[in-house]
């Protein structure tokens, strides 16, 4: 079994196992607090606003639906079947264009640049949770789907994130509920250091543009009944000359 099929496993069984209702995953928080700050930050650095916008690991797509309420033309993309399936249960209008695909695999990531052109690429905690191996093939899928034009928002839990999160689930009472399914289908978080993100993205032909930190908000609450919030960097990517 390849390290990307077992990623793949993993979400499809995860995915198919969650209660499928609004907030039962860890990190799908309203996007008034996720989407909704993160766009704030990116759109300031695009170059063309016209250009369709990709939500690369959209999971069930609370978040690509905000986007689609903001852009002309979006499209949702998840390795997992079942994820994809939530995400057009919750789209009976189709405002987004939504499609199963590995973006480790080069050439589905060609198609889907051939069908849409450059894109803005939206990508929030995805690598964290990516086998290492498959880390920069992913951020290489990013420099394709950008194209010349393109941008690209990153923003992944920072090293003390993960810390927080094994300190959480070695509690006296064990992992916090939303974390458990996490970490029953194998998902656990991955340890990235800090400048690894930036270093993928250079890697691929990409200049950082913009970065900082923020708060990344989850839907679990500690014991005392205040909201997880995990410590983030978020970056702005594109082509030197984009």
Not at 117 to 145: F, I, M, N, T
Request: glycine share 10%; proline share 10%; net charge negative.
């Amino acid at each position: 079994m390849s390290v990307t099929s077992r990623y793949k496993d993993a979400w499809e069984g995860f995915w198919q196992d969650v209660p499928d209702r609004a907030g039962a995953v860890l990190w799908d928080a309203e996007p008034a607090l996720t989407a909704g700050i993160h766009l704030a930050l990116f759109e300031p650095h695009m170059t063309d606003p016209a250009l369709p916008v990709v939500d690369l690991g959209c999971g069930n797509g609370t978040q690509t639906l905000y986007l689609a309420d903001r852009f002309e033309h979006v499209a949702g993309v998840d390795l997992a079947p079942a994820a994809v399936a939530r995400a057009r249960r919750g789209d009976p209008d189709g405002q987004v264009a939504f499609s199963v695909a590995d973006a480790t695999e080069p050439a589905a990531v060609q198609r889907l640049h051939g069908e849409l052109g450059d894109a803005q690429v939206y990508l929030r905690c995805v690598l964290h949770q990516c086998e290492p191996l498959d880390r920069a093939p992913l951020a290489a899928a990013v420099a394709v789907l950008l194209g010349e034009r393109g941008r690209a928002f990153v923003v992944e839990p920072d090293e003390s994130a993960g810390r927080i999160l094994r300190e959480l689930a070695l509690g006296p009472d064990g992992p916090p509920p939303k974390l458990r399914p996490v970490l029953a289908h194998g998902i656990a978080p991955g340890v990235m250091p800090d400048g690894q993100v930036p270093d993928l993205f250079r890697a691929a032909g990409l200049d950082v543009l913009a970065g900082g930190e923020l708060p990344l908000t989850t839907t679990e609450y500690r014991p005392d009944g205040t909201r997880i919030e995990l410590p983030s960097q978020w970056l702005v990517v594109g082509r030197p000359d984009g």
